[in-house]
Structure formats: structure tokens, C-alpha cells
């Protein structure tokens, strides 16, 4: 893995666990985003908007956790597949976040949610 490789999974790693798992998104922003630009349609781009978004998330969903399963990096790209519920009773959904580092600064981030179905075709799970 080259140096990139791991300053970038370190740099993420670091800002997913402050600002999902201890619920600090205003101080993960502060600490590891940079210009940023945001791909989920349902956000606008910059740090105000992030600390929004997830700070109104966790306050509408008190219970909402995160479990990280895998972690998959390249050069300034790093993704991170979780299953994130919004309650203790939701099935959840399989979510891929991918980030862009530069400068050791987060600075573009996409996702992809689906939803746990109820009867899934195959006794696979998304995880």
C-alpha cells in the first residue's frame, strides 16, 4: 500500500469514527474536510452543509448506529461499507461512502444506500 494509500484511509478512518461513531460531525469537519464536494443529491456542498445533514440526522434518529464491515482504499479514494440503522428496530441499510483525500484533507464524497429487504432472494447477506 502505497503512503498515499495510507495517509488517505487514515485520514477518513479517522473522520468517520468522530463524526458517525462518537457523533461529532462538527468537530470531524473542522478537523479533516477541506473545500468539499458533496455527490448525495439530498446535501449541498461544504462542511456547513455536512454538519447540517448529520446533525439533523442524529437528532430526528437518536438510535442510529453505524457498523463498519470493510474498508477499501486506493491512492486518494477510500471507501467504507456499513450497515447503518436508524433505529434499534430497522433492518438497515448496506451504505458505500466513497471519499477523495487531498492535501490530507477529505474534500469529495459520494454514497450509495439500499435498503435490508425484508425477503431477500438469496440467503446471502449484504455483509
Known amino acids: 500500500m502505497s503512503t498515499d494509500t495510507e ?8 473522520f468517520f469514527e468522530l463524526a458517525f ?7 470531524a469537519a473542522e478537523r479533516y474536510m477541506g473545500e468539499y464536494t458533496q455527490h448525495n443529491p439530498d446535501v449541498a456542498d461544504g462542511k456547513d ?3 447540517a ?15 463498519r ?12 461499507h456499513s450497515h447503518v440503522r436508524m433505529n434499534k428496530e430497522d433492518r438497515g441499510m448496506a ?8 492535501d490530507g484533507k477529505i474534500v ?7 435498503p435490508v429487504p425484508e425477503t431477500p432472494a438469496n440467503s446471502n447477506t449484504m455483509f
Open 95 to 102: 451504505v458505500a461512502d466513497i471519499f477523495r483525500v487531498a
Open 53 to 67: 445533514a448529520i446533525g439533523g440526522m442524529f437528532a430526528a434518529f437518536p438510535d442510529f448506529s453505524i457498523d
Open 7 to 14: 495517509s488517505s484511509k487514515k485520514t477518513v478512518l479517522e
Open 108 to 114: 469529495e464524497h459520494w454514497d450509495i444506500l439500499q
Open 69 to 80: 464491515k470493510r474498508v477499501i482504499a486506493e491512492g486518494d479514494l477510500v471507501a467504507i
Open 21 to 27: 461513531v462518537e457523533r461529532k460531525p462538527v468537530d
Open 49 to 51: 452543509a455536512f454538519i
